[in-house]
């Protein structure tokens, strides 16, 4: 973006009182992550990115990866999952983004691997990362999509804190794409891009 078209978004904004929208993707930071659970979050924003042929800034800014396609800003926090709230906190604060106009986007172990569930508010049901982000912004009354990775046998097996550490199976991984696709439709329809 050259100096003059950052001129003018800024002008537009402050004219027209355009309000920026936020969009949280959880993980953990960290190679050891990639592919698991609990990062798909990250794995669904970096799939939007990819379709849309947008790019991360490399130095992170407030505790995030950042990047920005028109009014909306994208952030993966890079503390841990359990700890993204504060994060979340100053990205509000500093751009001055309302409670309606935020999207977590995160996994969840008690929904049917592919499902993908979109919610205008609610509880944080077990979700270390929105108990974080209720906590640092004392309200649960922001949207949020969450993606089923219920893979009951293994959980048994490795108990819950290990199975969200856990990488997708090679035949979960081959669905990834058609989930990430939806999920992409379902961010598109919150921000209102094509209205």
């Known amino acids: 973006m050259s100096t003059k078209q950052i001129v003018a978004y ?3 904004r402050v004219c027209y009182n355009i309000s920026m929208k936020l969009i ?8 050891q992550y990639l592919w698991t659970r609990h990062n798909v979050g990250f794995i669904a924003l970096d799939y939007y990115f990819k379709r849309y042929k947008a790019e991360w800034r490399e130095k992170p800014f407030l505790g995030a ?3 920005q396609i028109d009014d ?3 952030i993966k926090p890079q503390n841990f999952y359990n700890e993204t709230g504060g994060v979340v906190a100053n990205y509000l604060k500093h751009f001055k983004i309302a409670l309606s106009d935020i999207l977590v986007i995160c996994d969840n172990f008690d929904l ?4 993908v569930r979109r919610r ?3 509880s944080a049901g077990g979700n270390n990362g929105l108990k974080s982000i209720d906590a640092a912004l004392g309200s649960s009354d922001y949207a949020r999509i969450r993606i089923g990775t219920e893979n009951d046998a293994l959980r048994t097996k490795l108990g819950d804190v290990d199975f969200v550490l856990s990488r997708f199976t090679p035949e979960e991984k081959a669905r990834l794409p058609e989930i990430l696709s939806e999920t992409t439709e379902m961010i598109d329809d919150w921000a209102g891009m094509y209205s």
């Open 112 to 115: 049917e691997f592919g499902k």
């Open 72 to 74: 909306i800003l994208f």
């Open 10 to 12: 800024f002008y537009t």
């Open 24 to 31: 949280v993707g959880l993980g953990n930071p960290g190679n």
């Open 65 to 67: 990866v950042r990047g």
């Open 120 to 122: 205008t508010t609610g």
